[in-house]
């Protein structure tokens, strides 16, 4: 085993299809997967290289220590686990051999975090530990060079998309109805990052077009989901359509299809898969231009609208040049290909 890779049990949605197509590319047998967490009712993973649920009890984390010292490189998938920070932390020459595959969240918990003495001692030893990682992998530029100004970041970068969950996937338009009210997706989650209430007033003065407001809410907390709700419900009425339940990727494919445009109003770097498979369908998608989302789409050559402003040009069609070159442009560099080759190098560092 050569490879040691640590996903927090409770992102299924990102590490089953990665762990599929690492087995898949790969020496299956070089790449050992921990499922770190309280232990669940979930099925036992089928993936032979996969340890399900390693919990937090002393006997869990002396056998992982064991992996870390077995490998030679250890993915770090989020830093959300303040036991493995700890590890990292009492033993810093397992550091250097460590990578960090940035989240988002994980970056933005430097300005998120709740103010406390537990807190800021928790914040010191992260600092310790990102500091001194050996490489940080992300296709978002500004989310690294956010790690070396606010932590200290000494680590080589690597890019890379990361997940077969941002891969580009097409969709055959030709199955959407023609005469249907204009579908306006807003936000990816039921997390307050999205900030929904703000978009909701904004678009308020479209409430008697016909339009349909589609909010994915199908993860994330559930008070928040509940608000979102009853404001949406309150402003739009029936034109208002919460997603609650998680739906298969075909079926989601199928509604990212019927979608118009795409407003994502999240202060930070968030719904990447959302908005590379969005622009590869060539629809109109709106995100804030204060955030590093905005830098990288604009490093690649996409085009995307300014969800700050009040939306007096929502309804207008985006030129067939722009949207052509967004397609061609996500097609090519979130390809499995292109997945493929960036891990190549990663795995080769």
Partial sequence: MEYLHIFKNTNAKFSDPYIEFINEHFDSNKHQFILLGKKNNSQKHP??????????SL???????RYMYKSKQIFLHGLFIPHIILLLFIQPWLIKKSYWLIWGEDLYYYKNRKNGIKSSVYELVRKFVIRHLGGLVTHIKGDYELAKSWYGAKGKYFYSFMYPSNLFNDYN???????KP??????????????????????AKYKNKDIKIICPLSYGDTEYRRK?????????????????????LEE?????????????????????????????????????DDITTWDFCIQHGLKVYNSNNDFENLFEVIPITEKTNNVERIMKQFSINKLKTDWNTIFKE
Avoid at 173 to 179: A, M, P, R, T, V
Avoid at 273 to 279: D, F, R
């Fill in 59 to 65: 006997i869990s984390l002396v056998l992982l220590n």
């Fill in 228 to 248: 979102v709700i009853k404001d949406g419900s309150r402003i739009f009425g029936e034109k208002f359509l919460p997603i609650t339940e998680f739906l298969p």
């Fill in 252 to 288: 989601y494919l199928e509604l990212l299809g019927k979608i118009d445009i795409a407003i994502f109003n999240h202060k930070r770097q968030q719904a990447m898969g959302n908005i590379t498979t969005l622009l590869g369908l060539g629809k109109k998608v709106y995100i804030r």
């Fill in 173 to 179: 338009l030709s199955k959407i109805e023609k005469d």
């Fill in 47 to 56: 993936s032979k290289n996969v340890r399900d649920y390693l919990g937090n």
């Fill in 182 to 203: 204009m579908f306006i997706q807003v936000g990816n989650s039921a997390s307050s990052n999205n900030e929904h209430i703000e978009i909701f007033e904004k678009l």
